[in-house]
């Protein structure tokens, strides 16, 4: 492994925001509406078993429990302090989703496990190497069929996309998902992908991605 779970960014980048994540998602990100549409993506059905990667406060995970009860649904995130929320948030509603605590370049889970993985604005906070390990480890745990379905930062297409991206290119790990790298990584790991839409967003343009393990 040699790396620890203090190695990752939190949430928004700042662990003071953390309290406020889940309203600046909501209202100024809109989260919920290109969720929705990536879990729409994903075409998930009674028995798969799911993972929501970078899973944050849970939002996503409950979200694809609620659209479909009879699927496992498992949220990974680094950070302690977004798994209690998460956690929280399950309970409060009584759904049954479990929450682990890990880095997305190291998953604990065994080979061919996992019928789905999503990812929501999670892989633009990785450095490349680990985008790459990422990418291997996603592969790994999918079933031969299995998808991955993820909607991150993208080339901008816009005006105002390309603007934003020029302040996010001051960030060495939002680099290479504003260049347009992120098929050719997942690509790298084994994965047939493609683009599947773009949502814009007062931060820059998202772009989804979907990537199948042949």
Not at 33 to 53: M, N, T, W, Y
Not at 136 to 154: A, M, S, T
Not at 172 to 182: K, P, Q, R, T, V
């Amino acid at each position: 492994m040699g790396r620890s779970n203090e190695d990752y960014i939190p949430a928004l980048g700042i662990r003071a925001l953390t309290p406020f994540y889940d309203l600046i998602q909501r209202w100024v990100v809109r989260d919920t509406l290109f969720k929705s549409r990536l879990i729409e993506q994903a075409g998930i059905q009674a028995g798969h078993r799911v993972l929501d990667l970078g899973c944050g406060t849970g939002t996503l995970a409950l979200m694809v429990k609620r659209s479909q009860l009879d699927a496992e649904v498992v949220g990974l995130d680094a950070d302690p302090q977004m798994l209690k929320v998460a956690t929280a948030k399950a309970a409060l509603e009584t759904i049954a989703v479990k929450f682990d605590q890990g880095m997305a370049f190291s998953l604990p889970y065994p080979d061919d496990s996992f019928d789905r993985v999503l990812s929501s604005l999670m892989i633009h906070h990785l450095k490349t190497p680990d985008k790459g390990k990422t990418a291997r480890e996603i592969h790994r745990i999918l079933k031969p069929g299995g998808r991955l379905h993820v909607i991150d930062f993208g080339k901008p297409r816009t005006l105002y996309g390309k603007l934003v991206g020029l302040f996010l290119h001051g960030f060495e790990e939002a680099n290479d998902s504003i260049d347009g790298h992120l098929p050719r990584i997942f690509e790298q790991a084994g994965l047939k992908v493609r683009e599947a839409g773009d949502f814009m967003t007062f931060f820059g343009s998202l772009t989804f991605l979907h990537g199948e393990k042949p």
